[in-house]
C-alpha cells in the first residue's frame, strides 16, 4: 500500500511539474496593472462573450475583435453618436467639382503606439493593402480607383463615379483602421497590434484575456484609465456574477429576461439604446412557390412581430418593418403589414397554394432566431404553413446560405451605417449578399443611382422608394431593430453605450 | 521493461498516424466551410478565393494531407486558420490550464470516492451505504453546467467566497489559481467521483468475499488491516484504469465547464475551433489529446505491475 501510494504521489509530482514548466513556457503573463504604474485611472476589466480570432483588423470579421480594436486603432474619420461621420486622423476633407478626387488633410503629430509617426504613407499602405490582398473589407472600396500620398499629410482619394458614402466606407468601423506596415510584414499584428488610437496591446493570453495600456502618444485627450483588460466570458449568468462581484466593470454579456430587472435595481448601470442593426425573415424566390409574391406577402402578413420580438428578445426590440431603425436620418416611416390571418389565408388561395411545408434555416450561433423561429412556427401554422425547423452550427448555415439551400432563413445585419449598406448588397439583383434572390429592374436602377447621388435630398429620396419596394415586394420580412444592452458598475463614468455597438473606453474613468 | 516501452512508443506513433488520418478525413465530411465562418455574413466571391487559396485549402485534399503529416513529424502542427498562430504553441499554450483543472479534479474525486466507496462497501446494506448510493446517483445524473451554475451562484454570488470565473496561472499566483480552480475542479470532481465511488464500491465487495480475506479474517487479523492490506490493494487494479481513463479524457478537456468557467484550456480550444471550423487547431488539439490517453495507458500498464506483482510486462 505504501509502496503505491508513494509511486502514485512520485507520477502526480511529475506530471505536476510538466504542468508548471508547461506554464512559465507560456507568453503572455502579464501582472495586472492595477494602478501599480502610478497613474490615478486603475485599469477597468470588461467581460466579452468570446474570444477574438486575430487583432489584424483588416483580416477579422469578429465583434469581439472589434470590441478590443476600437480602443486600439483609428481611422481617417469616424462615426460620432449619431452615427454622423466626424474628422479623427483627418482633420478636414475636400471634394472636387466633379465629386471624383477627394483630398484629405491628416492632423498633425499623430504616433504611433510605438512613437514611430502616422503619415499619409500609412493610410496608402492600409487602403493599398485591404484592396491589394482582396481582404475582407474590399468591398467598400469597390469604386475607389487609387489612393496617393502627394506630401506626408496629404490623402488623395481618386474614384471611378461619385460616391457620397465614401466616408463611411472609409471611417464606419476599425475594419478600415490605418495600420503600421513594420507591424503587418513581420506578422506581429495577430496579437500584437500597434496603432494610434488611446490604448495599446500589451499582452494576449489565447483563452483568457486581452490586456490593453494606455498609449501615451495618443493624438487626442490623453485616456483617464491606466488600461483595459478583455477576459471573454461566453455564459451571460457568469458574466452577471463577476460585473455584481466586482471582478469587472462592464459587459454586454448579460442574460437578456433579467435585463428589466437590472434596470430597476440599483447596483449596477444598465443602459439599453436602440441599435442600428436589424433581423429578418426571407424567403428563398429561387424556390417555388416563394417566387410569387402573393406568397412572401401571405407570410408577412400571418407574422406578428410583436410576439416574434417578445419571444426573441424579452422586449429589448423595437419592432419595424423596414430595416433603418426610427431615429435614423434615413428612417422611412413604412407599415403596411399587420398580423392579419384571414388575409394571409386569401393571399395564398390566389397563389394556388395549400398545405405548404417551408424548411425555416436557423443557427445555434444566434439564440434569438431559434426562439423566433417557434413562434413563426406557430403563427404561420394558423393560415396552413407547416414549418419545418432546422437549427444548424454557424458554419454549417452560412454553407447552406451560400449555395441557396434553404426556403427561408432568420437572421441579422450588423453595424450598418449608411443606406446603401442596408439596401444594395442585399437587394440589388447582382448584390453579393441577394441570398434570397430576389430581382427587381425598379430597384436595381433605383439603387444604382442613389448610390452616386450627391443631392442628399434626392438620394434620400431614392431609398425611400427603395425602402417601400422591398417591404412591398417582401424580399425581405423585416421584424425588428434590437437595443445594444450594455451593463456597468457605479464607479464607471463617461461611458456611453452606442447605437453601433462600437465600446469606446477613452472617455471613462474608474472611481476608486 | 525498457524494452517493453520502447515497443509500446512504437506503436503509439503509429497510432497517432492513424489518428491523423482518421480526423483529417472527418473533418472533410464535416459540413460547413471554414472560409465562409472567417468572413462572417459579409461573403464576396473575389475575398472568399483569395482567403481560400490563402489558406491553402484550394490543394488536393491528398496534398494538404500528405504536408500536415511531413510538417507534424518535425514537431509542425500548421498554423491556425483563424489567428494565423503556430498550432503547436496554441495548443501547447492551453496545456497547463487543462493539466492543472484536471489533476486538481481528479484529486478532488479520489478523496471523495475512495473513503466513501470503501466504507460503503464494508457496512453494505447501512445507512451510509444508502447515502453514497444516493450521492453518486446524484453526481452522474446532475448535469454539470447545472452544477457549475449553482455553484458560481452560491460561492461566488450569495457567499462571495470564491471568483464566479477566469484563470490565474499556478506559477503566477498559487493562492490566486487556488481560488478560481476550485469551482470548476470541484463541478468535475463530484461528477467523477460519482463515477468513482460507485465502482470503488462494488470493486471493494467483490474482494471483501475472496477467499484470501476469508482467511485474513480467520487469522484473526483486526477488520481494519484486513481492509487496507488485503482488500483494498486488490480492489484497487481495475480502480486505476477507471482513475486513469476518467483523467485522461479530463485532460482531453472538459469543454461544457471550460467554457462556463472561462478557463483557457483544451476544451475551450476544441470548441472554438469546431465553432470556426479551425482545422489544423482541432487537428492539433485532437492529436494532443490521443497523445495523452496512450501516455495514460502506458503509465496504467506500468502502475498494474507495481501493484499486483503476478502482472509482468513483457
Redesign the interface.
Known amino acids: 500500500?505504501s509502496?503505491?501510494g508513494s509511486?502514485?504521489a512520485g507520477?502526480?509530482l511529475a506530471?505536476?511539474l510538466?504542468?508548471?514548466g508547461?506554464?512559465?513556457?507560456?507568453?503572455?503573463?502579464d501582472?495586472d496593472g492595477g494602478g501599480a504604474t502610478g497613474g490615478a485611472g486603475g485599469v477597468l476589466t470588461a467581460a466579452i462573450g468570446?474570444?477574438p480570432?486575430?487583432l489584424?483588423p483588416h483580416?477579422t470579421?469578429?465583434y469581439y475583435s472589434f470590441q478590443v480594436l476600437e480602443n486600439v486603432y483609428d481611422t481617417l474619420v469616424e462615426p460620432d453618436e449619431n452615427l454622423e461621420m466626424k474628422p479623427a486622423l483627418a482633420t478636414e476633407w475636400k471634394t472636387s467639382d466633379d465629386q471624383l478626387t477627394w483630398t484629405f488633410t491628416l492632423r498633425e503629430g499623430v504616433k504611433f503606439s510605438d512613437g514611430s509617426p502616422l503619415t499619409s504613407q500609412d493610410v496608402k499602405y492600409s487602403f493599398d493593402r485591404i484592396v491589394g490582398?482582396?481582404?475582407?473589407n474590399?468591398?467598400r472600396f469597390a469604386s475607389v480607383k487609387s489612393v496617393a500620398a502627394p506630401d506626408p499629410k496629404t490623402v488623395v482619394v481618386t474614384l471611378s463615379a461619385p460616391t457620397p458614402n465614401l466616408l463611411a466606407n472609409l471611417g464606419g468601423f476599425k475594419g478600415v483602421a490605418i495600420v503600421q506596415k513594420a507591424n503587418i510584414e513581420s506578422?506581429a499584428v495577430?496579437?500584437k497590434p500597434v496603432g494610434s488610437g488611446p490604448f495599446a496591446v500589451s499582452a494576449y493570453?489565447?483563452?483568457?484575456s486581452v490586456k490593453l495600456v494606455r498609449n501615451d502618444n495618443y493624438w487626442g485627450d490623453k485616456p483617464k484609465l491606466d488600461g483595459v483588460t478583455f477576459?471573454?466570458?461566453?455564459?451571460p449568468?457568469?458574466a452577471l456574477?463577476?460585473l455584481?462581484?466586482g471582478?469587472v466593470q462592464w459587459t454586454d454579456n448579460l442574460p437578456p429576461q433579467q435585463v428589466p430587472s437590472l434596470k430597476d435595481g440599483g447596483d449596477l448601470e444598465v443602459q439599453t439604446t436602440p441599435s442600428s442593426d436589424y433581423w429578418y425573415l426571407t424567403l428563398n424566390q429561387a424556390r417555388k412557390p416563394y417566387s410569387d409574391v402573393n406568397v412572401r406577402r401571405a407570410v408577412a402578413f400571418a407574422l406578428d412581430p410583436a410576439a416574434i420580438t417578445k419571444a426573441a428578445k424579452f422586449g429589448l426590440a423595437t419592432t419595424n418593418q423596414t430595416a433603418i431603425p426610427k431615429g435614423s436620418a434615413w428612417y422611412y416611416e413604412y407599415a403596411p403589414y399587420r398580423h392579419d390571418p384571414a388575409q394571409a389565408k386569401q393571399l395564398l388561395g390566389q397563389a394556388g397554394v395549400t398545405g405548404l411545408t417551408m424548411e425555416l434555416m436557423v443557427t445555434s450561433?444566434y439564440p434569438e432566431t431559434v426562439s423566433a423561429a417557434q413562434v413563426i412556427a406557430a403563427q404561420l401554422k394558423e393560415v396552413g404553413i407547416t414549418v419545418r425547423i432546422r437549427t444548424l452550427?454557424?458554419?454549417?448555415w452560412?454553407?447552406e446560405q451560400?449555395k441557396g439551400n434553404f426556403d427561408a432563413f432568420m437572421?441579422g445585419?450588423l453595424g450598418n451605417i449608411d443606406p446603401d449598406e442596408f439596401y444594395y448588397?442585399q437587394h440589388h439583383s447582382g448584390g453579393?449578399?441577394n441570398f434570397q434572390k430576389y430581382r427587381n429592374p425598379a430597384v436595381d436602377k433605383l439603387l444604382d443611382q442613389a448610390r452616386t447621388e450627391t443631392d442628399q435630398a434626392a438620394r434620400k429620396q431614392a431609398y425611400d422608394q427603395v425602402a417601400k419596394q422591398v417591404v412591398d415586394d417582401a424580399s425581405y420580412i423585416y421584424l425588428y431593430n434590437p437595443d445594444v444592452v450594455q451593463g456597468w458598475s457605479k464607479k464607471v463614468t463617461g461611458y456611453q453605450a452606442r447605437t453601433d455597438r462600437a465600446i469606446r473606453f477613452r472617455d471613462v474613468a474608474l472611481a476608486k | 521493461m525498457s524494452r517493453f516501452i520502447l515497443r509500446r512508443l512504437l506503436q503509439s506513433a503509429v497510432v497517432l498516424l492513424g489518428v491523423t488520418l482518421v480526423v483529417f478525413l472527418l473533418l472533410q465530411l464535416v459540413p460547413g466551410d471554414p472560409v465562409r465562418v472567417a468572413l462572417g455574413t459579409r461573403f464576396d466571391p473575389q475575398t472568399y478565393e483569395a482567403l481560400r487559396s490563402r489558406a491553402g485549402l484550394d490543394r488536393p485534399l491528398l496534398t494538404q494531407y500528405l504536408s500536415y503529416v511531413g510538417n507534424a513529424l518535425t514537431g509542425d502542427l500548421g498554423v491556425s486558420f483563424r489567428s494565423g498562430q503556430p498550432v503547436t504553441t496554441i495548443v501547447l499554450e492551453r496545456l497547463p490550464a487543462t493539466l492543472s483543472l484536471a489533476l486538481t479534479a481528479v484529486l478532488i474525486a479520489v478523496l471523495i470516492a475512495l473513503p466513501l466507496g470503501v466504507l460503503a462497501a464494508v457496512r453494505n446494506g447501512s445507512a451510509l451505504d444508502h447515502a453514497a448510493r444516493v450521492f453518486s446517483q446524484f453526481g452522474v445524473s446532475v448535469p454539470d453546467f447545472w452544477m457549475g451554475i449553482m455553484g458560481i451562484l452560491l460561492f461566488a454570488g450569495v457567499l462571495g467566497w470564491l471568483p464566479p470565473s477566469g484563470y490565474v496561472a499556478l506559477t503566477d499566483d498559487p493562492a490566486g489559481w487556488l481560488s478560481h480552480v476550485l469551482l470548476p475542479a470541484a463541478t468535475i470532481g463530484l461528477v467523477t467521483a460519482s463515477i468513482l465511488t460507485r465502482f470503488i464500491r462494488s470493486s471493494v465487495l467483490e474482494v471483501l468475499s475472496a477467499d484470501h480475506v476469508r482467511t485474513a479474517e480467520a487469522k484473526g487479523l483486526r477488520g481494519r488491516v484486513v481492509v487496507l492490506r488485503h482488500v483494498l490493494r486488490n480492489a484497487l487494479i481495475p480502480v486505476v484504469t477507471v482513475v486513469a481513463v476518467q483523467l485522461a479524457s479530463l485532460l482531453g478537456g472538459v469543454i461544457v465547464v471550460e467554457v462556463l468557467f472561462a478557463w483557457p484550456g483544451i476544451g475551450r480550444l476544441t470548441y472554438d475551433a469546431v465553432q470556426a471550423r479551425d482545422y489544423p487547431v482541432l487537428q492539433g488539439a485532437v492529436l494532443l489529446v490521443a497523445a495523452l490517453f496512450l501516455v495514460m495507458n502506458l503509465l496504467v500498464d506500468i502502475l498494474y505491475a507495481r501493484l499486483d506483482p503476478r502482472i509482468r510486462v513483457r
Do not use: H, I, P
Open positions: 500500500m509502496n503505491f509511486r502514485l507520477a502526480t506530471v505536476v510538466v504542468a508548471a508547461g506554464c512559465s513556457a507560456g507568453k503572455g503573463v501582472v468570446g474570444e480570432d486575430q489584424d483580416k470579421s469578429a490582398e482582396k481582404l475582407n474590399a468591398y506578422g495577430k496579437t493570453t489565447s483563452g483568457d477576459t471573454f466570458v461566453k455564459d449568468t457568469v456574477q463577476n455584481r462581484g471582478e450561433e452550427d454557424f458554419a454549417q452560412l454553407d451560400g437572421l445585419w448588397a453579393t449578399f
